[in-house]
């Protein structure tokens, strides 16, 4: 069975950096994406991030240049690079696995706080 632990979280100011770090374990198939989420109190989970199987990524437009998402095949790690932190990028990140590369994310971390202060 997948299972994802996130880690990296934490209180940052505003400009500040962080690196979100997703560790998969158990047995995944060659064609595994990942995204980032977040989720934010009173408002709805967003995606910030994915990366394909084959490297490909896409970006939310609020986060667009200032976060990388990136993965380490030998580390099983995936990461979310963070630059020029802003308030409303508060939230708690989840990293998700997408284990058929479609779009359907079926396995999710337990979530990782974020707290940018003004």
């Known amino acids: 069975q997948v299972q994802l632990v996130e880690s990296g979280g934490g209180l940052v100011q505003t400009g500040g950096s962080l690196r979100l770090s997703c560790v998969v374990s158990?047995?995944?198939?060659?064609?595994?994406?990942m995204g980032w989420f977040r989720q934010a109190p009173g408002k709805a989970r967003e995606r910030v991030a994915r990366?394909?199987?084959?490297?490909?990524?896409v970006y939310a437009g609020s986060v667009e240049g200032r976060f990388t998402i990136s993965r380490d095949a030998v580390k099983k790690t995936t990461y979310l690079q963070m630059n020029s932190l802003k308030p409303e990028d508060t939230a708690v990140y989840y990293c998700a696995g997408d284990s058929t590369d479609s779009g359907d994310y079926d396995t999710w971390g337990q979530g990782t706080q974020v707290t940018v202060s003004s």
């Open positions: 158990g047995r995944t198939l060659s064609r595994y994406a």
């Open positions: 990366i394909w199987s084959g490297g490909a990524t």
